[in-house]
Every structure is written in C-alpha cells, then in structure tokens.
C-alpha cells in the first residue's frame, strides 16, 4: 500500500530533551514536507526537501531540524523541544513539484511539550 | 503573495442536503493547482478533489464538486447529498508551479445534523 509513515502518532517529552520524529514514504516521491497544524492557524510548513541532500526552510522553521539522507526517509529533530512546539505535525510526500501533484500525508503525530 | 482563505470558521449542514464550502484564493502565477483536503476527528489528512487554474471544466469526484471562478479567483467545495461521515474539518490549498508548497487556508468545520 502506497503510504506515508509517521512516528510516534502520539507523544509528549519535557522541554529540552531532544527528541526525533520519524517519517517515511514508500511511492519513490522526490518531494517532501513537514507542516505544523495549530488551531486557526491552518497549516504551515516547517522545512521541505526536494530531493535527497537538498533541504530548505519553509515558513515556520525555528527549532527544527531536518535530514534527507534516502530519498524515502525525512526525520524532523526538535533539539531543544519549548511548549510552544506542542502541536500536531504532518509528514507529506509528492512526486515532484509543480502544481498538479498533490500531497499524500502521514497521519499526524500530536507531540506535547511540558 | 500567495494566500487563501477560507471565512467560514464553522457550518452545520442538514443530512441530505448540499453545502458550499468558501474558498479563496491570491497569486500571481497565471500556473496553480488548488485542493481540497479532510480532516475528520481523527486527524488524518485526506485528499478530495483538485482542480488546475487550465482547466476548462470544473472537477468532480463522486459527490465533491469544485466550483471554480477563475477570475473571481474562488474554489468553492459543493458536498451534495451530506451524509454524516463528511462531519469534518475541511481545508482548501493551493500549489504554484514555480514552488513545491502547498498553502493552506484556516479549514472549515463542517457539522452534519441528522
């Protein structure tokens, strides 16, 4: 089954304390994502890769780190998680960019920071 | 730059009748893509419907049908025949050609009554 997977769907860690949230997407897609839902703020996007080794900032990227050492694989690191990083984040992949390729996401991790 | 919005926060809708979903759109790239997501209580990010700024007809999957006015610069989501699984946060979005990012507005909580 063609599908994005994230990891842990649910976690909370106290602030400071790194902490890795997984992903990986089996369709061979060069593009890839992660955004941050927050209530009435819709989502943003943190950092994106267009393909391996290439990775830039999206709109919201303080406090993350990301890596794209496979093409299938694009972990998020929070090196010093803050409560204001509690939220529920989205791992998306896409074939390419361009505007008629949609995103197929991962289903969320909701991540709490105490 | 580029920004949708979608103004209603929430909408009831009865069990068997259609509903408009609001979205709208602003870019300067004559080349686009816009989507339509859901998001039921779950949290998973489901893709309904796309439509591209050539297109001469307006998309339809199933029961969704994207209402696009081009030069009003509107994608409206049409629910016909509600049931009440499409109980659901609902989000528009848009991907220029030029970039990989796919832009969200704030969503649309729909509530089917039965």
């Known amino acids: 089954e063609a599908q994005v997977t994230q990891n842990p769907r649910y976690l909370i860690t106290v602030t400071g304390k790194k902490l890795t949230v997984t992903c990986s997407q089996n369709m061979n897609h060069e593009y890839m994502s992660w955004y941050r839902q927050d209530p009435g703020l819709g989502l943003r996007q943190i950092y994106y890769?267009?393909?391996?080794?290439?990775?830039d900032k999206g709109d919201v990227p303080e406090g993350y780190k990301v890596s794209r050492k496979e093409k299938r694989n694009f972990p998020l690191i929070l090196e010093s998680p803050s409560p204001n990083q509690t939220s529920l984040y989205f791992c998306a992949s896409s074939p390419r960019e361009g505007l008629n390729y949609g995103y197929t996401f991962g289903s969320g991790t909701r991540l709490t920071v105490v | 730059a580029q920004k949708i919005t979608q103004t209603q926060p929430g909408m009831f809708v009865q069990e068997k009748e259609a509903v408009t979903l609001d979205c709208t759109y602003d870019t300067s790239d004559p080349s686009y893509g816009l989507f339509w997501y859901k998001q039921p209580s779950s949290g998973e990010m489901i893709f309904l419907i796309y439509q591209g700024s050539y297109d001469q007809q307006n998309a339809t999957e199933g029961r969704y049908s994207l209402n696009f006015q081009k030069a009003r610069k509107s994608a409206n989501l049409v629910i016909s025949a509600s049931q009440l699984g499409d109980s659901a946060m609902y989000f528009c979005?848009?991907?220029?050609?030029?970039?990989?990012?796919?832009?969200f507005g704030q969503g649309t909580e729909l509530s089917v009554k039965p």
């Open positions: 890769s267009m393909n391996v080794e290439v990775t």
């Open positions: 979005a848009m991907r220029e050609y030029q970039g990989g990012k796919l832009i």
